[in-house]
């Protein structure tokens, strides 16, 4: 078997007296789709932040493509492959929907600081080639209509895509999605398992999903690893987490258990 992409071992962390996360152990192996559930206050998001530099470890180690992410800062990360979207949207409100993408686009650019205060033509070389990369990338999630809008402009659905449209401008090899249905409508929630679906299979991306929404959950994960107390009590296939009694009581409750056995 492969190596895991990314592989959290016996990873801990302590704020103070209180233990967010406890020992906790996790694997995503490339062109994997794998869930993170539990209840709030579970750990969820600082194992996102973990992951992606904004705490270290206090114990145990987090590795990605089999090299240890200790000591790198988020941006450091961010360029070895890692991107996410956060539950909250955090896009740049006033920027248009073109320069929102333009921003993630920096992370990777052929040319440096001194090229864009001189303005040479490699410098506008690799302007024109991000400008189509970003027309591409709108193109392909519908978004183009909205080009010149200001972010904030647009409705939450489309927002939420433009979030995961900034993210592949990134390239990464890994993206973190951190509850993108939250606020989303029945219909929205549809939809945005198809954009989750067509995202996986057009940029082999592997994928580590966080959301409480388990339409989407058991819709498009693959594995599930189900965290309570910052602690893993559960991993499997969706069919067998959501027959898993361990999960069934700290997070899932008797009625899903009641609605299962009407299937």
Not at 66 to 80: F, K, Q, S
Not at 83 to 99: A, E, K, M, Y
Not at 124 to 139: K, P
Not at 183 to 194: C, D, I
Request: aromatic share 6%; hydrophobic share 45%; with cysteine.
């Amino acid at each position: 078997m492969p190596a895991p992409l990314l592989q959290l071992a016996q990873v801990t962390i302590r704020f103070g007296g209180l233990t967010a996360v406890n020992g906790f152990d996790l694997a995503v192996c490339e062109d994997e789709l794998v869930g993170l559930i539990g209840p709030n206050g579970a750990g969820k998001t600082t194992v996102f932040n973990l992951i992606t530099g904004v705490y270290p470890p206090s114990e145990g180690t987090v590795t990605f493509g089999g090299g240890d992410l200790a000591g790198l800062r988020v941006d450091e990360i961010a360029a070895c492959g890692i991107t996410r979207t956060f539950q909250n949207i955090r896009l740049f409100g006033s920027l248009s929907v073109f320069d929102n993408v333009r921003v993630a686009c920096n992370l990777h650019r052929a040319t440096g600081p001194a090229h864009t205060l001189l303005r040479l033509g490699a410098f506008r070389a690799d302007e024109a080639a991000i400008a189509r990369r970003i027309e591409e990338l709108l193109d392909l999630f519908n978004l183009r209509r909205f080009r010149d809008a200001p972010a904030k402009s647009l409705p939450y659905g489309e927002q939420r895509r433009l979030e995961i449209v900034r993210c592949l401008a990134t390239k990464p090899k890994l993206l973190l999605l951190d509850e993108p249905a939250a606020g989303m409508n029945a219909t929205e929630k549809v939809e945005l398992v198809r954009l989750i679906q067509q995202v996986q299979k057009q940029f082999k991306l592997s994928i580590l999903l966080v959301e409480h929404s388990m339409k989407v959950v058991m819709g498009v994960c693959q594995r599930i690893t189900v965290l309570d107390y910052g602690m893993k009590i559960a991993e499997g296939d969706p069919a067998a987490i959501q027959r898993n009694p361990k999960v069934i009581e700290a997070y899932l409750g008797e009625d899903h258990q009641k609605s299962l056995a009407h299937h």
